[in-house]
């Protein structure tokens, strides 16, 4: 259990960070590069097999590792953007949510299973992601209270599907920890050639500040996803039930960082909606 924990706090440290570099006026891109080289640092540490670069580069799913690292940097930043933007418990619901869309897939590609608890799951997450998103009536409309989030939603499922696909399809068990570091690799580089194209975000990334916050979110990055690794070779709660528990925490810890540090401020609806996006993940993940 004590993985899980450090999975949910490093998932939670992400988008308080992603938060904190508006108030100190840190670009974010920046940030965002340092953090996928750090994330590189800690996978080549953790990784067990010395010899992956040999073994990579007559892998199958190599190109697809690329492709969702350039995924990766641009869905990031869009997740700190929206976090700016709309705040942390809109922008959270609205990736945890996303998982809708490869487990609708995993329906009708891989003939996977569905039953009426499923479905139900499938129809409160996205009565959950509306309700999140609906705006005081107090304050003026604004397209991209909406926009913003429904992108990332969009986008954060379409990288679950393309993944899930890659592991059903090419990966086997041994080779996720090397598909996670090209990945992230892939992004670091990513954003390094576009920073050619923008010479003050390449100067940014040397900043004392942005390579701090940048190694924090690179350790939290990593830390979310091996620890939840982790988390699922150890613990006996089954694979749906640790995801389950991992994602509503992950919700729960984060609205309440985002009321007590934040001051962030929720309707009626939004906080109903963020309670039907906790019932929607337990739906999908089997604990009921």
């Known amino acids: 259990m004590i993985f899980l924990i450090f999975s949910i706090i490093s998932s939670v440290i992400i988008v308080v960070i992603f938060k904190t570099t508006e108030h100190y006026s840190i670009p974010l891109f920046p940030v965002i590069i340092v953090n996928y080289f750090t994330a590189v640092v800690w996978s080549l540490i953790a990784l067990d097999n010395k010899l992956f670069i040999s073994q990579t580069i007559h892998k199958q799913w190599l190109p697809i590792g690329f492709a969702i690292g350039i995924i990766l940097i641009a869905l990031f930043f869009v997740v700190g953007y929206t976090t700016k933007k709309i705040g942390i418990s809109k922008t959270i619901i609205s990736a945890k949510l996303s998982v809708i869309l490869p487990i609708s897939f995993s329906f009708l590609y891989f003939n996977e299973s569905v039953d009426t608890i ?171």
């Open 118 to 288: 499923k479905i139900l799951g499938i129809i409160t997450g996205i009565a959950a992601v509306f309700l999140t998103l609906y705006p005081n009536t107090r304050t003026k409309f604004n397209t991209k209270h909406f926009i913003l989030p429904l992108v990332l939603f969009v986008g954060m499922g379409t990288l679950d599907l393309l993944i899930k696909y890659t592991q059903q399809t090419y990966l086997s068990p041994k080779d996720v920890a090397l598909f996670t570091l090209v990945s992230f690799a892939s992004a670091g580089l990513s954003g390094t050639i576009f920073t050619l194209f923008k010479p003050n975000y390449f100067r940014m990334i040397l900043i004392p500040k942005t390579l701090l916050f940048g190694f924090i979110l690179g350790s939290s990055n990593f830390g979310s996803m091996y620890f939840l690794i982790l988390a699922l070779q150890k613990t006996h709660i089954g694979s749906a039930a640790v995801f389950g528990i991992n994602n509503v925490a992950i919700i729960l810890v984060s609205v309440l960082a985002a009321f007590a540090v934040f001051k962030e401020k929720i309707t009626y609806i939004n906080a109903f909606g963020i309670v039907v996006s906790m019932v929607s993940i337990l739906l999908l993940s089997r604990i009921f």
